[in-house]
């Protein structure tokens, strides 16, 4: 209860700081009681889901997403603006005593600058807050076709010109927008590749949520198949089950839902992708992530009746895995492919320039392609969203990796 007063104190300061800001601008009193309006009730929505509101363990549900949301929309604009306005506020305070210790009568005030300082403020914070409310509203669906050609020495000669489709971190549990999802899945038909490799995270906490979306990824084709591997949300580890029973009935549940639409499962498995003579192998562990993270991937087991000399892809949900372990394995892994980073669904991208989240401080790879030692990964920023019901700059991504023969 403690803790609540104390951000609800806060968030009305804060709030109160802004408005200052606004009638140093604008003299319009409906454009006060607007800004009122909305703090209040993002705050209220905001204090009601997470209090009151559907309990659904410690991932955040629909209704609890937004509510998360549009409370970090309305932060954002009122950091921003304070930012400015306190500069100014602490060089005034400093003025003051310089001239009341000097003995000095004249007032230090600056109201136009005081008014420039707030409409620069305020102008900046509308940055974030449109950026974040065009997340929820059009970024967490604006799917983007990522390729990549990657180059092999000990390529079979008659994979030259392979094609994977990956999608990653589906979060089903997050979706609202049917048409949207059909459009992606739809997406992916279209870029016609020989396999298709769905890299774990197929929910948030609970095999049901994939149920209305199931006929959707039943639709995915491929001519060498589809493929998957569980990731740290599939478990069930992020709910309050009333019995263990019920947990590994959920998990059993999403992997019989898993194969009931295509996909072939793999727990630590592997399979041979066959052209003519030549094969590659394909492997999947189950999830394994640095730190308090689920480590039931088991490389070992994996890569059983696999020899060491063969072309390996293998699968594998956190990126921490491959640095961790793989790639210092005794068996050389050609092609890893992960996801679980989501790019933080936040950041600045433009190719060839700039790529930058600050996931970055937490996974040293954490979306695109990277070479180490010879062995490739790529990091899937996420086909869906979880938490903040958005994306801003970091989009969601449908990869489409071609395989070629070094010359």
Known sequence: MLRWIIFIVVYIVMGLYTLQALKTVTRYPWVYYLFITVAVLVLGNFVYQFTLGEEEGRVLSRSKSYAFGFLLTVLSFQLVTILFLFSEDIFRFFSSVYFKFSGRSKEFTLPERRKFLSMIGLGLAAIPFGALLYGMYKGKYNFKVLKYNLEF?????AFDGYQITQISDVHSGSFDNRE??????????????DVILFTGDMVNNKAEEMLPWADLFSTLEAADGKFSVLGNHDYGDYVDWETEEAKHKNLEDLKALQRDMGFDLLLNENRYLQKG???IA??????????GFKKAGDLRKAVAHVNQEDFKILMSHDPSHWEDVVLHDDYHYHLTLSGHTHGMQFGIEIPGWVKW????????????????????????????FLGYPGRVGIWPEITVITLKKRA
């Open 180 to 193: 949207k999802i059909e459009y992606a899945i739809d997406l992916i038909n279209k870029q016609k590749s």
């Open 282 to 291: 394909l492997v999947g562990v189950e999830n394994w992530g640095r730190g």
């Open 153 to 157: 020495d000990d390529l079979p000669e």
């Open 277 to 279: 003579d030549d094969k």
């Open 357 to 384: 989240s600050p996931v970055k401080w937490r996974y040293k790879y954490w979306a695109g392609i990277y070479n180490e030692l010879g062995q490739y990964i790529n990091v899937n920023r996420g086909f869906g």
